[in-house]
T-cell receptor
Framework: GESVGLHLPTLSVQEGDNSIINCAYSNSASDYFIWYKQESGKGPQFIIDIRSNMDKRQGQRVTVLLNKTVKHLSLQIAATQPGDSAVYFCAESTGGFKTIFGAGTRLFVKA | NAGVTQTPKFRVLKTGQSMTLLCAQDMNHEYMYWYRQDPGMGLRLIHY???????AKGEVPDGYNVSRLKKQNFLLGLESAAPSQTSVYFC??????????????FGEGSRLTVL
């Protein structure tokens, strides 16, 4: 069945360092992947997405890498800031109807 | 634009009571979703809709019903609330269409406690 998981439940980084959040997925038919950020008491917000025909996509301070061979997704945040502290979810979609979420990684940024 | 609005934001129920959560979106999105989020877990899909008058089951549909009578509204009903349904419920919407992907836009969540 479809499942999306994360390697680490929590990640603590120093302000200014780069952060890498990893995610494994099991459905090889998934063709669209998204990273969301959820701050306390709020709904998830879109960060960046990538389609299965790509292996890398960059945004502002964020990069998503997709390795379809090992079914692995990662989110890289450059120069991590206190405002980046949140829970990060990867999610996958197959055929565009359902989006399935992973368990989430909590990112702590130390000043 | 308000985006996705959920009401109520907080609710306490007794076991066996029923209630309805309302989700409204003003982005003219075709697809709408209801998720639940439990502590330390990700979001699990309850039901979703790909258009007015259509609904489909997600990962955890038991104990819930939904209706999409109007394109902008998606209602989630609890027929007979149970303590296991204590959770934070999120509604989301996105543009739809065959082969069209896109991010979900979420509401702020509705915190439900069942005693």
């Amino acid at each position: 069945g479809e499942s999306v998981g994360l390697h680490l439940p929590t990640l603590s980084v120093q302000e200014g360092d780069n952060s890498i959040i990893n995610c494994a997925y099991s459905n090889s038919a998934s063709d669209y992947f998204i990273w969301y950020k959820q701050e306390s008491g709020k709904g998830p917000q879109f960060i960046i997405d990538i389609r299965s025909n790509m292996d890398k996509r960059q945004g502002q301070r964020v990069t998503v890498l997709l390795n379809k061979t090992v079914k692995h997704l990662s989110l890289q945040i450059a120069a991590t800031q206190p405002g980046d502290s949140a829970v990060y979810f990867c999610a996958e979609s197959t055929g565009g109807f359902k989006t399935i979420f992973g368990a989430g990684t909590r990112l702590f940024v130390k000043a | 634009n308000a985006g996705v609005t959920q009401t109520p934001k907080f609710r306490v129920l007794k076991t066996g009571q029923s209630m309805t959560l309302l989700c409204a979106q003003d982005m003219n999105h075709e697809y709408m979703y209801w998720y639940r989020q439990d502590p330390g877990m990700g979001l699990r899909l309850i039901h979703y809709s790909v258009g007015e008058g259509t609904t489909a089951k997600g990962e955890v549909p038991d104990g819930y019903n939904v209706s999409r009578l109007k394109k902008q509204n998606f209602l989630l009903g609890l027929e007979s609330a149970a303590p296991s349904q204590t959770s934070v419920y999120f509604c989301a919407s996105r543009r739809g269409g065959l082969g069209i992907d896109g991010e979900l836009f979420f509401g702020e969540g509705s915190r439900l406690t069942v005693l």
